[in-house]
């Protein structure tokens, strides 16, 4: 009988803590800094979200760039999520590399900056 009750508060306190939706906190940047010419990695990073339905997609000069790799959806102790995608890229001088994010509905992008 203690095991059910202890379970059914349980339940109870995990239930009643729902958290608040929040927007993405996301950066944009390269493993390594950005040289014109040089082989690197586009990485996108997304945190401190909720719900967890998010949508992210690299893009080159506006368009999506084929290739890229997502990480599993994780959450952090408050239940709000993190998520992260990347792919390898060689930046050349007067592309545009950017990261969009939609998130509840709304969609913001976000430049990746040579950070040289």
């Known amino acids: 009988m203690k095991t059910i009750l202890c379970?059914?508060?349980?339940?109870?306190?995990?239930?009643s803590v729902e958290p608040k939706e929040a927007p993405p906190k996301v950066q944009v940047y390269s493993r390594t800094p950005g040289e014109y010419g040089k082989g690197n990695t586009l990485i996108c990073h997304a945190?401190?979200?909720?719900?967890?339905?998010?949508k992210i997609e690299l893009l080159?000069?506006?368009d999506p760039i084929?290739?890229?790799r997502q990480t599993d959806l994780a959450f952090e102790e408050?239940?709000?999520y993190h998520l992260t995608q990347h792919v390898?890229?060689?930046?050349?001088?007067?592309d545009a590399y950017t990261?969009?994010?939609t998130h509840m509905g709304k969609t913001?992008?976000?430049?990746?900056?040579?950070?040289?």
């Open 60 to 62: 080159k000069n506006g």
């Open 47 to 54: 945190s401190q979200f909720h719900p967890p339905e998010i």
């Open 99 to 101: 990261c969009r994010v």
């Open 66 to 68: 084929t290739g890229t």
């Open 7 to 15: 379970v059914a508060v349980l339940l109870f306190a995990v239930g």
């Open 108 to 116: 913001r992008v976000y430049e990746w900056e040579r950070d040289v």
């Open 88 to 94: 390898p890229f060689t930046p050349a001088q007067g």
């Open 78 to 80: 408050n239940w709000h």
